[in-house]
């Protein structure tokens, strides 16, 4: 009976670390969802990421530096798994500083600790990633020569 015991113990375990690094690579692949979005968004340059916009008719380009990423985990529900969910939660991407280029010169930089620049809410639904990208911040990328100096 002991040897048993022993043996359930260490299929738990197994199983336990397994759950683990699953969830892990899922949370992995979640950042490389939003990051791939955000690179398709910005351009990046050495330290720097740049994005263009039009907004309400007016032109410009923002300047981040110091670029993080958050991620926030939600836990997951027997409804959510019953639902084919394995996965869920958010992946934030923000700078701390920034500057922008509006009227023909840039603005001094900006520190804005925390500046969400994409907010990317996404699960693992059936084996596929969904979301609802949110950018607060980035816009599209403009090419390398048509950043102002």
């Not at 015991?5 to 992995?28: D, G, R, W």
């Not at 958010?90 to 620049?117: C, F």
């Not at 816009?139 to 100096?149: D, Q």
């Amino acid at each position: 009976m002991k040897s048993f015991s022993h043996f359930v113990t260490l299929v738990a375990c197994a199983f336990s670390i397994t759950q683990s690094a699953y969830a892990e690579s899922l949370k992995e692949q979640a950042i490389k969802v939003c990051t791939d979005e955000f690179n398709r968004r910005t351009l990046h340059d050495g330290q720097d990421w740049y994005f263009e916009f039009t907004n309400y008719g007016d032109h410009f380009f923002r300047q981040a530096r110091g670029i993080t990423i958050t991620v926030l985990e939600k836990p997951i529900t027997e409804a959510d798994r019953l639902n084919g969910i394995d996965w869920a939660g958010g992946v934030t991407i923000a700078t701390n500083l920034m500057r922008l280029h509006t009227k023909g010169k840039w603005d001094s930089w900006s520190q804005v600790e925390g500046y969400p620049l994409l907010d990317c809410p996404i699960k693992h639904v059936n084996g596929s990633w969904t979301t609802n990208f949110q950018p607060p911040g980035a816009g599209v990328p403009p090419s390398l020569g048509k950043i102002p100096p």
